[in-house]
């Protein structure tokens, strides 16, 4: 570290660090695939024919993923200098927790 800011060299070209705090609220956690399962749900768009209210149960093949890890800071790398605002990861990744906020936000519901 120099300066406080993590430093590595790959392939002989210096890469510089910028760490980038996990928001509060949210959680790193690392996966691995434990493997596949079947599992049941209610399909409320499949209900019966004849108008009754009802849902079908269908069986999905789903993956599941057990926690081995978690973290609650990322370092975007970048050759030369540090990774600015303007950066794609370090964008894209404000974007998406703004994009997760405003999706699971309680507000009105709009009927048609």
Known sequence: MT??????YFRG???RGREIDVPQGYRGVIVKEAGKEKTAFQNPD???MEG??????EEEEVTVL??????N???VWNHEG???GDDAFVKGMSEWIGFAKAMHAPGEQKNS
Do not use: T
């Not at 009754?52 to 149960?57: D, K, S, T, V, W």
């Open 3 to 8: 300066d406080g800011k993590p430093e590595a």
């Open 13 to 15: 070209r210096k890469l």
């Open 46 to 48: 499949k209900g019966d």
């Open 52 to 57: 009754e209210e009802g849902a079908e149960e």
């Open 66 to 71: 057990n926690e081995v890890g978690s973290f």
């Open 73 to 75: 800071e990322v370092v």
């Open 82 to 84: 540090m990774a600015d």
